[in-house]
Structure formats: structure tokens, C-alpha cells
């Protein structure tokens, strides 16, 4: 990148100067100083996300939020050549990803604790959709269901504890990680049906611990 930075009337404005009047906060002369960075942003942007953050956020707003972000704290840095101020553009953004990662996966997370133990993951010997949270005791209405929802999560733990490894397994990468049944095939090296079939007999082992602690609810009690 070049030391000086051609303006819209021709003339030959010299990156110095364009620094200086955009430290003194002068958003034109950032934003023709900025210009011929956009590429490089764009091109460290598009290398920086994968396909779930792609879902989220464009590449072009990234883009966006680093030069807003740039003029905004231009004045507090020293950038004494071109080189330094596309280093610390490039900088900005790759941070910019790193917390547009953070926010992502957090969100996911809080999106993944609201998902109850209702949630489908096999099929049960009945016929019909097997679920996890099928041998824990019903949700508490009263104010203590907080507590009562603790006590599950407590008593699964115990029986996923009981229950052979390979089972305990899937379970988490089901329940915890929350993978599809082709995910969890390429993470144990297992076809896709010996997943599901997996899967199944290991719910059908944790409700055998269930049984045995006496927490199946509704009709049925007896079945594993």
C-alpha cells in the first residue's frame, strides 16, 4: 500500500495528513484513507468465518464494524505509516470475529439450556419417539420447580454415571453437545444406523437406572 491516498478531486492527499485530520475526528478524510483497505478487510473477513457464523453476520458488516470501530479509537493509537495502520485494521477485525464467535456460541448455548429433556432423540420399543428426560419425575409447578429441574439434571448425571461408557457417549453428545445423529457417526467412526441403534439401546439403559431408582413416572413405570 502506497503512502499517499489519491482524493475525489485529484489531488494528492498524503496519508500523514489523512491521519491527522481524521484523528482530529474529520469522517471524510478516515473514510478516503479507509478505502483502499476495504478489500484487505473484506478478504481477512471472509478467511475469518465459517459457515455457522456466515449464518449470522455478513462479511461486508464485519467490514463496517472495524472501520467504525477504527475511526472511533484512531485518536488514542500512532500509526506512523501505511503498513502499521492496515496491521492494526487487521487486528481490529480478526477481534471483531473472535467476539462475534464469544456472542455466537454463548447464544447457542442459552439456546441449547432451554431445550427440555422432552426433546426427541431415538425411537422408544414402543414405536413412538423415545426422550431422555422420559424416567425423571414431571416438572415441579410450584415456585420450587427451579430446584426440582437441579434434581433432574442431578439424577441423570447419576444415572449416565451407571450406564455403560459407550452409551454415556452418545448421550452427551446427543443431550450436552447437541449433535446430529451423521455428526455423532463421523465423531465415534460408526455408520449413521449403528448411531441410531446406539442411541436407542441407550436409552432404553437409562431408563433401566431410572427404574431402578425408582423415578419413572406415569404409566408404564415398569417397562425398560
Not at 430446584?147 to 446427543?174: D, M, N, W
Not at 446406539?198 to 437406572?209: G, K, Y
Request: proline share 4%; glycine share 10%; with cysteine.
Amino acid at each position: 500500500m502506497g503512502g499517499a491516498v489519491t482524493s475525489g478531486d485529484g489531488g494528492l492527499l498524503s496519508f500523514h495528513s489523512l491521519i491527522r485530520a481524521a484523528q482530529r475526528g474529520d469522517r471524510d478524510s478516515f473514510d478516503r484513507l479507509a478505502s483502499g483497505y476495504r478489500a484487505f478487510l473484506l478478504d481477512v473477513a471472509e478467511r475469518g468465518m465459517d459457515r455457522l457464523l456466515r449464518s449470522v453476520v455478513e462479511p461486508e458488516d464485519v467490514v463496517q464494524d472495524v472501520l467504525l470501530s477504527a475511526f472511533r479509537s484512531l485518536g488514542t493509537v500512532d500509526l506512523p505509516s501505511p503498513a502499521a495502520f492496515r496491521a492494526w485494521l487487521g487486528t481490529i477485525a480478526r477481534n471483531r470475529l473472535n467476539d462475534l464467535r464469544r456472542r455466537h456460541l454463548a447464544a447457542k448455548r442459552r439456546e441449547d439450556e432451554k431445550r427440555s429433556l422432552e426433546e426427541p432423540v431415538g425411537t422408544a420399543s414402543s414405536g413412538g419417539s423415545a426422550h431422555l428426560g422420559d424416567g425423571i419425575a414431571a416438572r415441579d409447578p410450584s415456585p420450587s420447580s427451579l430446584a426440582g429441574r437441579r434434581e433432574k439434571a442431578e439424577a441423570l448425571e447419576q444415572v449416565l454415571a451407571r450406564i455403560a461408557p459407550h452409551f454415556r457417549e452418545v448421550i452427551r453428545l446427543v443431550e450436552v453437545e447437541h449433535l446430529s445423529t451423521a455428526e455423532i457417526a463421523v465423531r465415534v467412526g460408526k455408520s449413521p444406523e449403528a448411531v441410531r441403534k446406539r442411541i436407542e439401546r441407550a436409552l432404553r439403559a437409562c431408563r433401566a437406572e431410572f427404574a431402578r431408582a425408582g423415578m419413572l413416572r406415569g404409566k408404564g413405570r415398569g417397562e425398560g
